[in-house]
């Protein structure tokens, strides 16, 4: 028996997704460019707290930003299932899995941020703690959630490579882009193990090849919705 019941089609989880994709991409580029990057200053633990203490609202907006790419990534992965659901249910769901699980590791780095405002406003801290002792730990907080999301974009490569590869299965995702998602999976991937293994040893591929899941939100915002009929609408069986 076929239930037909009120649910969105893939049509309308294209452009979900394609939104999801761009509201994060905007809310971290101004926690990142314009928050994190001009209040913390790497390896200098007592400028970086002051400019927190100076500017404290603006950390906790950059905080907000974060939040709300979290939230983000939670609706894409939801979306993207149900985009690609026909192609490949059980890889599908994989991906969602991969995108939440993610979305848990940024939401636990998250709270090295909360910690800190807590350090930095807390004045049963600032009386138990020397400023200097205080400022060091502020960093290292501030360094444990950039570690511990780097951990998250290991995941979050896998996340790209399983959706480059139902993207090159699918009859409606140009391939080029499930290529692009895939060489973009492998940046992360070389990248962030690499960050782990070998500390001092930085590389950025994914900034040269990570433009694949840019790329496949502007097809999601102007060619998602625009999918053949019989992929647009979704059935359950029961």
Not at 168 to 181: A, E, R, T, V
Request: glycine share 6%.
């Amino acid at each position: 028996m076929v239930n037909r019941t009120a649910q969105i089609s893939q049509r309308q989880a294209a452009i979900i997704a394609g939104l999801g994709l761009l509201i994060m991409t905007i809310f971290y580029v101004i926690a990142d460019v314009f928050v994190f990057q001009n209040l913390i200053v790497p390896g200098d633990a007592t400028t970086t707290a002051n400019n927190i203490l100076d500017s404290e609202m603006l950390f906790r907006i950059g905080i907000c930003c974060i939040l709300i790419v979290l939230i983000c990534d939670i609706v894409v992965a939801w979306a993207l299932y149900i985009f690609l659901i026909k192609v490949n249910k059980s890889l599908s769901l994989l991906i969602a899995w991969l995108r939440l699980m993610y979305a848990a590791m940024l939401g636990i780095a998250m709270l090295n941020f909360v910690v800190v405002l807590i350090l930095l406003t807390g004045a049963d801290y600032t009386a138990v703690f020397k400023t200097e002792q205080l400022h060091a730990q502020v960093l290292l907080f501030l360094n444990a959630f950039y570690d511990v999301w780097a951990l998250g974009l290991i995941v979050f490569g896998f996340h790209l490579l399983a959706l480059g590869y139902l993207a090159i299965q699918s009859n409606y995702i140009p391939k080029f882009l499930g290529i692009l998602l895939m060489a973009a999976g492998l940046g992360y991937l070389v990248d962030y193990f690499s960050k782990i293994l070998f500390p001092n040893f930085n590389l950025a591929i994914s900034m040269v090849v990570g433009w694949g899941e840019f790329l496949f939100m502007f097809w999601l915002l102007t060619r998602g919705g625009k999918i053949p009929s019989e992929y647009s609408e979704i059935e359950t069986k029961e």
